[in-house]
């Protein structure tokens, strides 16, 4: 984090600010292309084989290939991915959000490169393997992380916590990552990659250390010695051993010259003989 701080001193100012409209506004496009020229789409897939022999614009024209086909519930998805981005960038600032982003897209490019060279150098993925849906999950889950107990309208409708919805994308995240083969796992790792470092970076392991968990239970060892027992009288007084249980009028206060903690009722708070 101080490593990040450094950066954006330094750079912050080169930070694209309201980047969830144009990562939406890369969709639409998307959209248009498929609309009017649907057959364009495959010369934009992220695919190392054609990008090594020339197409280098496969290194990031591949943002521009929507999640899904266009319908309703895709549309309000996009809103809902839009509000949420938003939150994120006024929370964490326009350069955080964009190292967020960015790095997603570059872990995501790394992991088809690497993919590519395991497998030989001839491999093709097609625009599903690599692609911005695990992106987009990310956003989803820091957002999660962020905001635990935020509720929201799922489909306008259906009220629901953050946490809960983090934890049910978790769940299929989990799931797709059990089923897929040994090639989809390092496309799933590579595309939330920027989640696990910002997951990591924002605990505090602290509590969890061996130090930490023994300070605790001597802390309550500590409390529980000087802890009144259940029913236990909570003033006393030095001269004639009367509680507070033994009337409501009785007050009770220290002596500020007695040498030690020395507690007195109010009868005997002025005339008792001072402890040296």
């Known amino acids: 984090m101080n490593f990040l ?11 694209m600010h ?71 960038e006024q929370t964490w600032g326009a350069f955080r959000f964009n190292v967020y982003i960015f790095s997603g897209i570059l872990f995501t490019a790394l992991g088809a490169f690497i993919l590519y060279f395991a497998l030989g150098g001839n491999g093709l993925f097609g625009g599903a393997l690599f692609s911005t849906y695990y992106i987009n999950m990310s956003i989803f889950l820091a957002f999660a992380v962020s905001y635990p107990d935020m509720q929201v309208l799922l489909y306008f409708i259906i ?22 083969s040994w090639v989809g ?12 470092i ?7 392991f602290r509590r969890a250390s061996p130090h930490e ?23 006393k007084c030095a001269i004639c051993g009367r509680t507070e249980k033994d009337g409501d009028h009785l007050e009770f206060r220290y002596c500020s010259k007695c040498k030690g903690e020395y507690e007195y009722c109010q009868d005997h708070l002025f005339t008792h003989e001072h402890v040296k």
């Open 159 to 180: 009220p629901i916590r953050m946490k809960w919805m983090g934890a049910l994308y978790g769940v299929l995240v989990l799931y797709d990552f059990v089923q897929s």
């Open 198 to 204: 910002y997951f990591l970076c924002t605990r505090d």
């Open 5 to 15: 701080n450094k950066l954006e001193r330094k750079y912050g100012r080169y930070a």
């Open 18 to 88: 309201n980047l969830p409209a144009i990562i939406i506004a890369l969709y639409v496009a998307g959209y248009i292309l498929e609309l009017f020229a649907p057959g364009i789409l495959r010369y934009l897939t992220l695919e190392p084989y054609f990008i090594l022999r020339g197409q280098i614009w496969r290194l990031v024209s591949w943002v521009v290939i929507p999640p899904s086909g266009l319908d309703v519930f895709t549309i309000i998805m996009l809103f809902f991915y839009f509000s949420i981005g938003r939150t994120l």
């Open 185 to 196: 796992k390092v496309a799933i790792l590579a595309s939330l990659l920027n989640f696990m």
């Open 213 to 235: 968990i023994r300070r605790k239970q001597e802390f309550k060892r500590n409390v529980a010695k000087v802890s009144p027992r259940p029913g236990a009288s909570m003033h």
